[in-house]
């Protein structure tokens, strides 16, 4: 069984460049999420994506955007970098089905600095 | 009412210790809470996770105490080891719908030895 596999795992942009951060969910699941977590917090809600649509969004603004293909994999995009994006983007898959548990797994994320 | 607030900030035990770590959240519609170990350089993995119909749940050295009325739910780590240094991550979700996480603050757990 594949876990799920993040790349690349660093990076560093300047402010107002575009990244492109990529995912492979684990095998067996459908649903995507991403979450930002700043250094010494908590992950953040970004958004979820299932059948390829967006299925939630926290409160993040529009140029925070995301993609997944039909085998379940995902980018997530950020346009115009501001610093404060600065923060390791995790991938996280799951299995949407009645009945299941909604469990989370996570990738090792991928380390933005934005100077 | 989204939020999910945990304490300590950091805990230094010793080995063989217990180690909790206390959470509260205050949407009534949360129904899963899980808590997430996670190691430096390293994602989130799932150490334990319990639904409001039972009141713990235990497995190996780990246990989660769930207090419904209060809205608290806590993790104790029994004997614990310099291994289970790490951050730990509350967090709770409404199974349905979107399956979207609210992580507490973190607790930076460290185990001399």
């Known amino acids: 069984e594949t876990g799920v596999t993040q790349s690349p795992t660093h990076l560093i942009k300047t402010r107002g460049q575009q990244v492109t951060l990529r995912c492979s969910s684990q095998?067996?699941?459908?649903?995507v999420s991403w979450y930002q977590q700043a250094l010494g917090q908590g992950p953040q809600f970004i958004f979820q994506y299932y059948r390829e649509e967006e299925n939630g969004r926290g409160n993040f603004p529009p140029r925070f955007s995301g993609l997944q293909f039909p085998n379940y994999s995902s980018e997530l995009n950020v346009n115009a970098l501001e610093l404060d994006d600065s923060a390791l983007y995790l991938c996280?898959?799951?299995?949407?089905?009645?009945?299941?548990?909604?469990?989370?797994?996570f990738g090792e994320g991928s380390r933005l600095t934005v100077l | 009412q989204q939020q999910v607030k945990q304490s300590p900030q950091s805990l230094i035990v010793q080995k063989g210790g217990i180690s909790i770590i206390n959470c509260a959240y205050e949407?009534?519609?949360?129904?899963?809470f899980p808590w997430y170990q996670q190691f430096p350089g390293k994602g989130p993995a799932l150490l334990i996770a319990?639904?409001?119909?039972?009141s713990e749940k235990k497995e190996g050295r780990f246990t989660i105490s769930f207090n419904k009325s209060a809205k608290q739910f806590s993790l104790h780590i029994m004997d614990s080891q310099p291994g289970d240094s790490a951050t730990y991550f509350c967090?709770?979700?409404?199974?349905?719908?979107?399956?979207?996480?609210?992580f507490g603050t973190g607790t930076r757990l460290k185990v001399l030895a």
């Open positions: 996280a898959s799951s299995l949407f089905s009645s009945g299941n548990t909604g469990e989370l797994f």
């Open positions: 319990i639904r409001p119909d039972v």
């Open positions: 967090a709770a979700s409404m199974l349905a719908g979107t399956y979207k996480y609210i």
């Open positions: 949407n009534t519609a949360f129904d899963y």
């Open positions: 095998s067996g699941h459908n649903t």
